[in-house]
């Protein structure tokens, strides 16, 4: 797989270099990742939880936060990452900005995470698009609302891209937006194996033994015992030992190769903005789709630097700006 050069020839209609200008005292990656997940400053929010009852039996919970009293206003979904939820800086940060704009908010993280709680063994996976699909249906039901646009970032952007390209409803969304996302799991989960990618991987990879502990102490696993949980230290281990089972899937990669994104880019229709950076450290270039790879309605914004999940702008250090919800602010006043 070849990475996108910013030095080779100008990039094809589908894909575009960011405006973005990372701040001077963050340069690289690891520095834009870590300063936007830990020191980036976030509101506290005022949000209204909804559980939202699943035709399985399961359940799921949203998180509202409104504009305030004023006409009825777009709403926006937000869709963290792996194991985040309405703790994480970027969701709240991105929510707060969204409302000021003027935009209702609701936080759908994956059932089973830390602020989202369920009843069943099953949470979900990289490829799990059923909640969403049943939470929008719910929305348009019940309420006649169909959200203006969609937001995903990191495992949240995959889940997103594959619902948008097998959901009729996403023929009705005007604005999806996708951020660091991680196209091809396969791909990126064996490169979380090399040089300092392996610290992010067994911070990762910690969080999620410490949900599966608990599922597995109360539910129990087709093929696990809770003792042996602690041994799996990648993601390529817990992928293949604790998920593949549970979902039915043969191992990891047969895993990875029906919840990945990447193969199914060209069946969206609804325009998408995806922004990544080259120096992300969770999901490098090599990891990317090919230009040819994309529908005719998404186009890829690539920059330079970034990090995962980072875009932080600014000239004074520790006052960084959050770049990233500037240009989704834009990208939605654009749908």
């Known amino acids: 797989m070849r990475a996108m050069e910013p030095s080779s020839a100008p990039p094809p209609l589908r894909t575009r270099r960011s405006r973005f200008k990372p701040a001077w005292w963050l340069p690289g990656g690891h520095l834009q990742t870590l300063y936007a997940t830990f020191l980036k400053r976030a509101p506290r929010l005022a949000l209204e939880a909804q559980l939202f009852e699943l035709p399985d039996g399961d359940c799921t919970k949203?998180?509202?936060?409104?504009?305030?009293?004023?006409?009825?206003?777009?709403?926006?979904?937000?869709?963290?990452?792996?194991?985040?939820?309405?703790?994480?800086?970027?969701?709240?940060?991105?929510?707060?900005?969204?409302?000021?704009?003027?935009?209702?908010?609701?936080?759908?993280?994956?059932?089973?995470?830390?602020?989202?709680?369920?009843?069943?063994?099953?949470?979900?996976?990289?490829?799990?698009i059923r909640d969403l699909d049943w939470v929008i249906g719910d929305l348009e039901r019940t309420t006649n609302t169909v959200p203006f646009g969609i937001i995903g970032f990191s495992l949240g952007g995959n889940v997103l891209l594959r619902w948008l390209a097998s959901a009729p409803a996403a023929s009705r969304i005007r604005q999806a937006i996708g951020v660091s996302i991680p196209f091809d799991l396969s791909c990126v989960a064996h490169q979380m194996q090399r040089g300092a990618a392996r610290v992010y991987q067994a911070t990762l990879v910690r969080q999620l033994r410490k949900t599966a502990h608990h599922?597995?102490?109360?539910?129990?696993?087709?093929?696990?015992?809770?003792?042996?949980?602690?041994?799996l230290r990648t993601?390529?281990?817990?992928?293949?030992?604790?998920?593949?089972?549970?979902?039915?899937?043969?191992?990891?990669?047969?895993?990875?190769?029906e919840t990945s994104s990447r193969a199914i880019l060209k069946r969206i229709k609804t325009p998408t903005l995806l922004i990544q950076s080259r120096d992300d450290p969770l999901i490098p270039g090599s990891c990317l789709p090919e230009a040819t790879e994309w529908s005719a309605t998404t186009v890829l914004e690539w920059s330079p630097s970034g990090g995962h999940v980072g875009f932080i702008s600014g000239r004074w250090p520790f006052w960084g700006r959050a770049w990233l919800h500037e240009r989704i602010t834009e990208a939605l006043a654009a749908g």
């Open 235 to 257: 993601f390529l281990d817990f992928d293949g030992r604790y998920v593949a089972p549970l979902y039915g899937f043969r191992d990891a990669e047969d895993y990875y190769a």
């Open 215 to 231: 599922k597995l102490t109360s539910h129990g696993h087709p093929t696990l015992d809770v003792r042996h949980l602690r041994k």
């Open 62 to 128: 949203g998180f509202w936060m409104s504009p305030g009293p004023a006409e009825p206003s777009p709403l926006v979904i937000l869709l963290p990452g792996l194991e985040g939820g309405v703790r994480s800086r970027y969701i709240r940060g991105l929510a707060g900005h969204l409302a000021e704009a003027g935009y209702r908010i609701l936080i759908l993280p994956f059932r089973g995470t830390q602020d989202n709680p369920n009843r069943h063994r099953e949470t979900y996976h990289a490829g799990w």
